[in-house]
């Protein structure tokens, strides 16, 4: 499967890439109500990013998307702004469905847009997987006009009549590349085909192999293809290192010789599989260090508890594997350390992309083996960037990141 992004060849004129386009640079000139002007404002934002500036006003004129841009530019408001604005309050029925690859990431869009929706009289219901069922039944029946899902719940309710989707005109795919892999393509296939033909479609991911581009077009209508071009894909304001090491052991002292000199917010550090982060949390813990680890066997309780602590900061460093590398947006965050370099290339900008969110400054550190070299060359030349041997004075670069 190819990676590369030079998808957007032989276009219509109905799939123009809006790159060239004139965007809107204020939220006040996108014909937003004043209750959505005044969430947006208040949740903290005052300027629209790139994405938003493009994808906002196609989302408001109707039209399918396909959006692509990379993590902490602001996707996730994009669509979430774009829905509460066309959301009809009088109406109390589920008008709009989010769907994302998992509940952690659903939990975090759920927060965006209900955060954004202050002001307005809109009502949500978050559905996931491992939670009560009869509480998001009822959260659907008291009026929820947008339903936050993971897939699988959400096709549960479907296939035992627990939800009325007559009403729904915009479908929202968040992280598509994951969501139109077979792990999750039926059950996206069923909910699209169960609503509404004439529903609105919107794809969003910070990555869309070509596989996606072939699978939208059964879903989609002469979309509107916003992408970030292959050179401008890179993280602007987190700066790439590596240390390169010899084995696990290296790699372990590497981290706790940062621990000692560290003066950051919080961190986020990434391994390949759940044993690797288990293997990795035990022995900090031994060894006198605090840190929290998320993975896949964890319930969802007990998942939920330990982002609610991170996100506080009662918590400040958090191992994990992929599963936290999409779309979860902590503040704080400024460090993000690969101790194992991704086995994809597009899971790298999911990773490093948890810190510099949105125009912040960061910094991603690559722990490197001799057989890893390969891979961060061909990540250099993907992203084209450059990924430089992490200095010697770390104090100071630690110290900076902060200012």
């Known amino acids: 499967m190819s990676v590369l992004l030079d998808d957007f060849e032989n276009k219509s004129e109905s799939e123009m890439d809006i790159e060239n386009e004139n965007s809107i640079d204020k939220f006040e000139h996108m014909g937003l109500k004043k209750t959505i002007l005044r969430g947006i404002f208040a949740y903290g934002y005052e300027e629209p990013s790139q994405i938003q500036r493009k994808a906002i006003p196609m989302f408001l004129s109707g039209k399918d998307i396909i959006a692509q841009a990379q993590s902490g530019t602001g996707k996730t408001a994009t669509f979430s702004i774009s829905i509460l604005q066309l959301i009809d ?22 927060t965006v847009i209900r955060g954004i929706a202050f002001y ?37 309710f479907l296939h035992n009549s627990c939800v009325d989707v007559s009403n729904v005109k915009h479908i929202v795919i968040d992280e598509a590349d994951e969501l139109l892999t077979n792990a999750f393509i039926h059950q996206v296939k069923n909910i699209v085909e169960v609503v509404s033909n004439n529903a609105q479609i919107c794809l969003f991911s910070a990555t869309l192999p070509k596989f996606c581009y072939s699978i939208a077009e059964k879903f989609l209508v002469d979309p509107v293809k916003i992408c970030v071009k292959k050179e401008q894909l890179t993280l602007e304001g987190i700066r790439q290192y590596y240390i390169a090491t010899h084995d696990d052991k290296q790699k372990y002292d590497a981290i706790t010789d940062l621990y000692e000199c560290m003066i950051i917010n919080q961190l986020i550090i990434y391994c390949n599989t759940k044993q ?77 992309g948890r810190s510099g969110r949105f125009g912040r400054k960061g910094i991603a550190l690559n722990f490197i083996l001799q057989s890893d070299r390969e891979t961060m060359r061909r990540l250099e030349q993907f992203y084209c960037t450059q990924i430089e041997e992490l200095p010697a004075n770390v104090d100071d670069l630690f110290t900076i990141n902060q200012r």
């Open 276 to 352: 690797r982060v288990m293997y990795l949390a035990d022995n900090l813990i031994r060894d006198g260090h605090t840190c929290t680890c998320i993975h896949s066997d964890l319930t969802t309780g007990e998942r939920m508890n330990v982002m609610q602590q991170f996100r506080k900061g009662d918590s400040r460093v958090l191992i994990s594997t992929d599963l936290l590398s999409r779309g979860i947006d902590v503040q704080q965050v400024s460090l993000v350390i690969n101790y194992d370099i991704p086995r994809n290339i597009e899971s790298y900008i999911h990773r490093i």
């Open 89 to 110: 309050e009088s109406i109390k029925g589920v008008q709009a469905i989010i769907m994302s690859p998992t509940r952690e990431l659903s939990e975090q869009i759920y």
């Open 120 to 156: 307005t009289n809109i009502r949500f219901a978050l559905i996931l997987g491992g939670q009560s069922r009869f509480e998001q039944i009822n959260e659907i029946r008291d009026g929820a006009q947008c339903i936050i899902c993971t897939p699988g719940r959400f096709n549960d």
